[in-house]
Structure formats: structure tokens, C-alpha cells
């Protein structure tokens, strides 16, 4: 379990009632991404859902009942970080803050090239880019995710390029929605099979190939890939 000096609070409303978890803030993204990959006590600091972590209140199992629909911490967990929200200090923001956008400014130096030298760009002149446009990193999404969004407001600043692959995965039918939740943004096309099989195409930097795929092989063992030329 993560210490109760480094746990922040997780945080849902309903009724007018909070219901409060003490969470490892540097596991929460990677749960969302992947809950198997996190075992429930390396991610809580409690075994216990509160009213008020702070004053110690507890909900009764009835309250629980009412807002869950069941008294399971699994359940009550994933529907508080799901749909709540996470409290940081100032302090802790601003760490996260700061190292999702060391995270970004690497793979955008990974992953980007200068079109014009054919070279990557350094660290340096993307952070000042990023910078000049204001970008602000999100502690809780995806590096993936903000690559994108940060390229999208550089591109005017510095010229910036990705040699792209296409790839072609299929998965069983029955591993249909925590795979689109994570490659949704990159669906080129899409297909059911006869045999119930779902079908997609996705085009991604060619530097995150190996990555991505590993991502998606997580959430569905049965995973088939094609890069496609």
C-alpha cells in the first residue's frame, strides 16, 4: 500500500454526500489504462471508503448499498476515480504537472523530426515552443494523448513531422470495449467479422509501434497484428 504522507484523496458526490478513497496519484492514470496492471493495495493507502478521510467518518454499508450497489471496495473504487475527481495539493500538482511535460517533450523529440534538417528537435526549443503556446500538461492523461494535443499547438512555432505506420489489429468480440476505449482517437476504419471477431486500422508514429501494441496486446491476449504497407 502506498503511505499515508504520499496518498492524495479521490473524491465522489452524490446525495450530497462525499465518498473518499486514499489513492497513489502516480498509479491512478495507469489503473485508468489498465486496471489488471494495478493490484488494489499497491494502489490504496486504506482498505476503506470514507465519508470524510480527514475527520475519519465512515459510510454506513446501507449508504454504500444506495450509492455503489454493493459494499465491494473493488466496485466503489472504480466508480470514485472513474467519475470523481482527484484532490492535489499545490505542491503535488505541480510536480505531476512538471514530469508529464518532461514525458511529453521526450517523445516529442523521440518520435518528431525537423522536416527541414531531418534531425529531431531539442529538448530545449520544444519546451520553449510549448511555452509560447501555452500548453499545460494534464497530470492524469495520457503522454500518448497530450503528444498529440501539444504538437497540434507547436506546429505553427516549429516545423514538425512523424513518419507514420498503418496497423491492422484484430481482436475477439469480446474484448470490444476496454479496446476501443483505448485506441478510439486513432480508428482509421472498423469491421465486425462473421465470426464475431472485431477489426480495426489505426495509423500512429512509426516510433510507437512496439508500444502500442503492447498496450493493446494488455486488454486482449488474443491480439492479431499487420503492419500494412
Same mark, same amino acid.
Given at each position: 500500500?502506498? !503511505?499515508?504522507?504520499?496518498?492524495?484523496?479521490a473524491?465522489?458526490?452524490?446525495?450530497?454526500?462525499?465518498?473518499?478513497?486514499?489513492?497513489d496519484?502516480? &498509479?491512478?492514470?495507469? @489503473?485508468?489504462?489498465?486496471?489488471?496492471?494495478?493490484?488494489l493495495?499497491?494502489?490504496? +493507502?486504506?482498505?476503506e471508503? @470514507?465519508?470524510?478521510?480527514?475527520?475519519?467518518?465512515?459510510?454506513?454499508?446501507?449508504? &454504500?448499498?444506495?450509492?455503489?450497489?454493493?459494499?465491494?471496495?473493488?466496485?466503489?473504487v472504480?466508480?470514485?476515480?472513474?467519475?470523481?475527481?482527484?484532490?492535489?495539493t499545490?505542491?503535488?500538482?505541480?510536480?505531476?504537472i512538471?514530469?508529464?511535460?518532461?514525458?511529453?517533450?521526450?517523445?516529442?523529440?523521440?518520435?518528431g523530426?525537423d522536416p527541414?534538417?531531418?534531425?529531431?528537435?531539442?529538448?530545449?526549443?520544444v519546451?520553449? +515552443? &510549448?511555452?509560447? +503556446?501555452?500548453?499545460?500538461?494534464?497530470?492524469?492523461k !495520457?503522454v500518448?494523448k497530450?503528444v498529440?494535443? %501539444?504538437?497540434?499547438?507547436?506546429?505553427?512555432?516549429i516545423?514538425?513531422?512523424?513518419?507514420?505506420?498503418?496497423?491492422?489489429f484484430?481482436?475477439?468480440g469480446?474484448?470490444?470495449g476496454?479496446?476501443? %476505449?483505448?485506441?478510439?482517437?486513432?480508428?482509421?476504419?472498423?469491421? @465486425?467479422? %462473421?465470426?464475431?471477431?472485431?477489426a480495426?486500422?489505426?495509423?500512429?508514429p +512509426?516510433?510507437?509501434?512496439n508500444?502500442?501494441i503492447?498496450?493493446?496486446?494488455?486488454?486482449?491476449?488474443?491480439?492479431?497484428?499487420?503492419? &500494412?504497407?
Amino acid at each position: 500500500m502506498v !503511505s499515508m504522507d504520499d496518498a492524495v484523496i479521490a473524491r465522489f458526490e452524490k446525495g450530497g454526500k462525499r465518498y473518499e478513497v486514499l489513492v497513489d496519484p502516480d &498509479l491512478v492514470h495507469q @489503473w485508468k489504462d489498465d486496471q489488471s496492471s494495478v493490484e488494489l493495495d499497491d494502489l490504496l +493507502a486504506t482498505d476503506e471508503v @470514507w465519508h470524510d478521510v480527514k475527520n475519519g467518518e465512515r459510510p454506513t454499508a446501507e449508504k &454504500l448499498e444506495g450509492v455503489f450497489g454493493t459494499t465491494e471496495l473493488a466496485t466503489c473504487v472504480e466508480k470514485i476515480l472513474l467519475e470523481g475527481s482527484i484532490q492535489l495539493t499545490t505542491e503535488q500538482r505541480k510536480k505531476m504537472i512538471e514530469e508529464k511535460t518532461r514525458q511529453v517533450i521526450a517523445d516529442i523529440c523521440m518520435l518528431g523530426i525537423d522536416p527541414q534538417t531531418k534531425l529531431p528537435h531539442p529538448p530545449q526549443r520544444v519546451e520553449n +515552443a &510549448l511555452i509560447e +503556446a501555452r500548453f499545460k500538461a494534464d497530470p492524469f492523461k !495520457s503522454v500518448e494523448k497530450q503528444v498529440k494535443d %501539444a504538437v497540434a499547438m507547436i506546429r505553427e512555432l516549429i516545423p514538425i513531422s512523424f513518419t507514420t505506420i498503418k496497423l491492422a489489429f484484430k481482436v475477439g468480440g469480446t474484448n470490444y470495449g476496454s479496446v476501443f %476505449a483505448l485506441v478510439r482517437e486513432d480508428v482509421l476504419r472498423e469491421d @465486425w467479422l %462473421a465470426n464475431g471477431d472485431w477489426a480495426f486500422t489505426v495509423e500512429i508514429p +512509426a516510433g510507437m509501434k512496439n508500444d502500442y501494441i503492447a498496450k493493446v496486446g494488455k486488454r486482449a491476449s488474443d491480439v492479431v497484428v499487420k503492419e &500494412l504497407k
